[in-house]
């Protein structure tokens, strides 16, 4: 066999070995796709900035991207209204979505965990009922959700509110996914040979391997139940009960005869968004969008 003919031809020293160019094109359309889109999110979120600074007389008369005069007259109006009607709103939904989200997220690690790390009979069945109940929307389930808390007697109630957010199909799919990919099996079995107990193994060892994929659980339960309107909408009457989103529909819907309520509600909604860009700024660090690459790792 001629061994010069099987060598491989190396490139010489001080010669740089040929790169692949990309057309111009190729990455000037999906940058201009990204850019469509994020002005198409974030021009919404321009218009409330610039229409909660203008008055009642401002909002239809002036342009709707330009800055108005009563910014801080309409924060002080909202604040007073129907005596801090809209801090009491605002303190509900931090109570739904902050005590739901928390809940939700335990259950989905517990439930989550189960699924990934446990044998069982029936296992299968219960995976397929959890994404069946993921591919079922959350609004067809509002009627039947209203008639089983009235049969307990805890309609119109905080408890309404709160229970049903409690268990999430999808949270509990992405905790499943995510222990098996983050929670070593080996690990597991070698706290057990070390006589730790099911509850110990769970709370000391899985849990803070699992807590960059919780931690996007809670943020995505939280902004789901904070944006809510349907479930409080059906399920409460008292308005001292109201979270933000049925609070600002209710200004909204005032505000057909009293049109200075429909800057109260924008200055409120505008409020509404803070809340959730602090969440994703302080959990930015923990937050991971793949949370199956794990499953990709050797």
């Given at each position: 066999?001629?061994?010069?003919?099987?060598?491989?031809?190396?490139?010489?020293?001080?010669?740089?070995l040929?790169?692949?160019?990309?057309?111009?094109?190729?990455?000037?359309?999906?940058?201009?796709?990204?850019?469509?889109?994020?002005?198409?999110?974030?021009?919404?979120?321009?218009?409330?900035?610039?229409?909660?600074?203008?008055?009642?007389g401002?909002?239809?008369?002036?342009?709707?991207?330009?800055?108005?005069?009563?910014f801080?007259?309409?924060?002080?109006?909202?604040?007073?209204?129907?005596?801090g009607?809209?801090?009491?709103?605002?303190?509900?939904?931090?109570?739904?979505?902050?005590?739901?989200?928390?809940?939700?997220?335990?259950?989905?690690?517990?439930?989550?965990?189960?699924?990934a790390?446990?044998?069982?009979?029936g296992?299968?069945?219960v995976?397929?009922?959890?994404?069946?109940?993921?591919?079922?929307?959350?609004?067809?389930?509002?009627?039947?959700?209203?008639?089983?808390?009235?049969?307990?007697?805890?309609?119109?109630?905080?408890?309404?509110?709160?229970?049903p957010?409690?268990?999430?199909?999808?949270?509990?799919?992405?905790?499943?996914?995510?222990?098996?990919?983050?929670?070593?099996?080996?690990?597991?079995?070698?706290?057990?040979?070390?006589?730790?107990?099911?509850?110990?193994?769970?709370?000391?060892?899985a849990?803070?391997?699992?807590?960059?994929?919780?931690?996007?659980?809670?943020?995505?339960?939280f902004?789901?139940?904070?944006?809510n309107?349907?479930?409080?909408?059906?399920?409460?009457?008292?308005?001292?009960?109201?979270?933000?989103?049925?609070?600002?529909?209710?200004?909204?819907?005032?505000?057909?005869?009293?049109?200075?309520?429909?800057?109260?509600?924008?200055?409120?909604?505008?409020?509404?968004?803070?809340?959730?860009?602090?969440?994703?700024?302080?959990?930015?660090?923990?937050?991971?969008?793949?949370?199956i690459?794990?499953?990709?790792?050797?």
């Amino acid at each position: 066999m001629n061994t010069t003919s099987a060598t491989v031809a190396r490139p010489r020293l001080g010669h740089a070995l040929p790169t692949r160019r990309t057309r111009p094109g190729v990455r000037v359309i999906p940058t201009i796709i990204l850019l469509l889109g994020a002005v198409y999110t974030l021009l919404p979120i321009i218009w409330v900035i610039t229409a909660s600074t203008k008055s009642s007389g401002e909002l239809f008369t002036s342009g709707s991207f330009t800055f108005g005069t009563g910014f801080w007259d309409n924060l002080a109006q909202l604040s007073a209204y129907s005596g801090g009607a809209f801090w009491k709103w605002a303190g509900n939904s931090l109570l739904y979505a902050g005590g739901g989200a928390i809940l939700s997220t335990f259950v989905s690690a517990t439930a989550g965990y189960a699924l990934a790390r446990y044998n069982f009979r029936g296992r299968s069945l219960v995976f397929t009922v959890l994404l069946a109940g993921v591919l079922i929307p959350q609004i067809t389930l509002a009627i039947p959700q209203y008639l089983l808390v009235s049969e307990i007697g805890l309609s119109n109630s905080y408890w309404s509110v709160l229970l049903p957010s409690i268990i999430n199909p999808f949270g509990i799919y992405l905790a499943c996914i995510y222990a098996q990919s983050s929670v070593p099996g080996d690990t597991i079995e070698a706290a057990r040979i070390d006589g730790g107990n099911e509850f110990r193994i769970f709370r000391s060892i899985a849990l803070p391997m699992m807590v960059p994929g919780l931690v996007t659980v809670f943020m995505l339960q939280f902004i789901g139940i904070w944006n809510n309107f349907l479930l409080p909408f059906i399920m409460l009457s008292d308005e001292s009960k109201f979270p933000l989103t049925q609070g600002l529909y209710l200004l909204l819907n005032r505000g057909t005869g009293t049109p200075v309520l429909y800057t109260l509600a924008i200055m409120g909604a505008l409020l509404s968004i803070i809340p959730l860009v602090a969440l994703m700024l302080f959990l930015q660090r923990f937050w991971r969008l793949d949370l199956i690459s794990g499953s990709l790792k050797g």
